[in-house]
Nanobody, 124 residues
């Protein structure tokens, strides 16, 4: 069992930056593939970024590529999502997810564990 707790969301102006954190606890969480998804009002949950268990492989949605960076610090059992050049369309609840698979997956159903989400609001 893995528990995930996100933090770092908030209100920011367009062009600003935020860093989200996801603290993981539980068995072998450092060996899991970790991902960030987001869900805007009235829309389906969508993939944003993921990092594999070693940290050597990452993948980003086209909509965030070049602006978001995912990283992990296994000594702290924490995954980060650094977001810069934020746009109003980035407004969403951001969820951290974990999966025991070694391959980066892109759909919510592929992930076994989820956090409660943190709200990010970007004003224009």
């Amino acid at each position: 069992q893995v528990q995930l707790v996100e933090s770092g969301g908030g209100l920011v102006q367009a062009g600003g930056s935020l860093r989200l954190s996801c603290a993981a606890s539980g068995r072998s969480s450092s060996t899991y593939t970790m991902a960030w998804f987001r869900q805007a009002p009235g829309k389906e949950r969508e993939f944003a970024a993921a990092i594999n268990w070693s940290g050597r492989r990452t993948h980003y949605a086209d909509s965030v590529k070049g602006r978001f960076t995912i990283s992990r610090d296994d000594a702290k059992n924490t995954v980060y999502l650094q977001m810069i050049s934020l746009k109003p369309e980035d407004t969403a609840v951001y969820y951290c997810a974990a999966d025991r698979g070694v391959t980066i997956m892109f759909f919510p159903n592929d992930y076994e564990y989820w956090g409660q989400g943190t709200q990010v609001t970007v004003s224009s």
